[in-house]
């Protein structure tokens, strides 16, 4: 019964999202693709992911434990956080922090967690600036003027 409600809501979620999606305006020099393909894609796949929970769903799921539970709602405020985070502080930072955290969060060693975020952070900033020609601030705007 557990899967039907959750799959339920999941179909709620899938289909405010493909709303939303209509809303986006493409702008004039956009990607080819532009930005309403990805959340249709995202809302597809929850869509049907949500309806095979409703169609065949399992016989006695097992859910989380109480620590799993913490950890995973841990893992929400700190991508939340994270994405709040961005703009005030540039990229580098609240990345490394985020990804050593949620590294943490997987196998608590505070010297491989670092390392990871701070490997991380800077693979992706590579990645996403010279990459993929993205428009990111490495640090704060107030430091770098």
């Given at each position: 019964?557990?899967?039907?409600?959750?799959?339920?809501?999941?179909?709620?979620?899938?289909?405010?999202?493909?709303?939303?999606?209509?809303?986006?305006?493409?702008?004039?020099?956009?990607?080819?693709?532009?930005?309403k393909n990805f959340p249709f894609i995202v809302s597809g796949?929850?869509?049907?992911?949500?309806l095979a929970m409703i169609i065949k769903p399992d016989k006695?799921?097992?859910?989380?434990?109480?620590?799993?539970?913490?950890?995973?709602?841990?893992?929400?405020?700190?991508?939340?956080?994270?994405?709040?985070?961005?703009?005030?502080?540039?990229?580098?930072?609240?990345?490394?922090?985020?990804?050593?955290?949620?590294?943490?969060?997987?196998?608590?060693?505070?010297?491989?967690?670092?390392?990871?975020?701070?490997?991380?952070?800077?693979?992706?900033f590579v990645i996403f600036k010279f990459g993929l020609g993205?428009?990111?601030?490495?640090?704060?705007?107030?430091?770098?003027?």
């Amino acid at each position: 019964m557990s899967d039907r409600i959750f799959g339920s809501i999941l179909i709620v979620l899938a289909l405010a999202l493909f709303v939303s999606a209509t809303q986006l305006e493409s702008p004039f020099f956009a990607d080819p693709l532009g930005p309403k393909n990805f959340p249709f894609i995202v809302s597809g796949a929850a869509l049907v992911c949500s309806l095979a929970m409703i169609i065949k769903p399992d016989k006695d799921p097992l859910w989380p434990n109480i620590k799993t539970l913490i950890k995973l709602f841990t893992a929400l405020v700190i991508l939340v956080l994270y994405a709040f985070s961005l703009k005030n502080f540039g990229f580098l930072l609240p990345t490394a922090l985020a990804s050593a955290a949620l590294s943490y969060l997987i196998k608590p060693n505070v010297f491989k967690s670092s390392s990871t975020g701070i490997i991380l952070s800077l693979s992706l900033f590579v990645i996403f600036k010279f990459g993929l020609g993205l428009s990111l601030f490495p640090f704060p705007k107030f430091l770098i003027g």
